[in-house]
C-alpha cells in the first residue's frame, strides 16, 4: 500500500488565521481525497483533488474556504480559511492506489 | 441517497467475548463493503473489504459477510483483545476509486 506522510499532526491555531495540510506520498497516485472528522462523528468528504485539474468539492464545503493544491502525482495540499472553532477537527487525506485506499494519519486542528 | 448506519457506540466488552458490530447500508446498485479501524490518535486502516455478494472478507480474525438480501455487512469477531480497542467504521463505495461513503463510527472498549 502507499504510505502517506501528512503534516502537521496537530496545530492549535486563532480564528481567522489559516493552516495549510500537506499531504506527501511515496508513489504516484492518481486519485487523492480530503476528508473532514469532525470530534465524535463519521468522515465527511472534503473534495477530490486530481493532479492537472480543478478539485472538485462536496455539497457545503467552497473554494475559498478550502483551497486544494495538487500540484503533482505525490503531493496535495488543503488550506483551512479563515477558521473558527467550527472549524476544530481532524482532516484526513486519502489515496487510491493499487492496493485500495489508504489514509493519512491525519491533522488534528484546534480553533481558539 | 447512498448511506451507511452502524450501531451506536460506545461497545463495552470484556476480554474473550464475542464482538458484533452491525452495518447496514442504503445504495442503488451493488457497491463494495469495508470496514476500517482506527486506533488512538492514528488514521484508518483497512480491516477487512468485500465486492460483491456473499462475499466473506477476513483480517485479524474479524469477518464480515456481504449480504444483498438484508443489505448488511455486519463485523464479526469470535474472542476480542483489549488491543482491538479502537473505532470501527463500514463504508462503501460505488466504483474504485469513486468517493467512500461512511457509516458514523462505532467505539470499541475492551477491558482485562
Known amino acids: 500500500s502507499a504510505v502517506i506522510s501528512q503534516k502537521p499532526s496537530r496545530d492549535i491555531c486563532q480564528r481567522g488565521t489559516s493552516l495549510t495540510i500537506q499531504c506527501q506520498v511515496d508513489s504516484q497516485v492518481t486519485m487523492m481525497f480530503w476528508y473532514r472528522q469532525q470530534p465524535g462523528q463519521s468522515l465527511t468528504l472534503i473534495a477530490t483533488a486530481n493532479q492537472g485539474s480543478e478539485a472538485t468539492y462536496e455539497s457545503g464545503f467552497v473554494i475559498d474556504k478550502f483551497p486544494i493544491s495538487r500540484p503533482n502525482l505525490t503531493f496535495s495540499t488543503l488550506t483551512v480559511s479563515n477558521m473558527s472553532p467550527e472549524d476544530s477537527s481532524i482532516y484526513l487525506c486519502s489515496v487510491f492506489g493499487n492496493n485500495g485506499y489508504t489514509f493519512g494519519s491525519g491533522t488534528r486542528l484546534t480553533v481558539v | 441517497g447512498n448511506s451507511v448506519t452502524q450501531m451506536e457506540g460506545p461497545v463495552t466488552l470484556s476480554e474473550e467475548a464475542f464482538l458484533t458490530i452491525n452495518c447496514t447500508y442504503t445504495?442503488?446498485?451493488?457497491?463494495?463493503l469495508f470496514w476500517y479501524v482506527q486506533y488512538p490518535g492514528e488514521g484508518l486502516q483497512l480491516l477487512l473489504k468485500?465486492?460483491?455478494?456473499?462475499d466473506k472478507g477476513s483480517n485479524k480474525g474479524f469477518e464480515a459477510t456481504y449480504r444483498k438480501e438484508t443489505t448488511s455487512f455486519h463485523l464479526e469477531k469470535g474472542s476480542v483483545q483489549v488491543s482491538d480497542s479502537a473505532v470501527y467504521f463500514c463504508?462503501?463505495?460505488?466504483?474504485?476509486?469513486?468517493?467512500?461513503?461512511f457509516g458514523q463510527g462505532t467505539e470499541l472498549s475492551v477491558k482485562p
Open positions: 445504495a442503488t446498485g451493488y457497491p463494495s
Open positions: 463504508a462503501l463505495v460505488y466504483n474504485q476509486g469513486g468517493k467512500l461513503i
Open positions: 468485500a465486492t460483491k455478494a456473499d
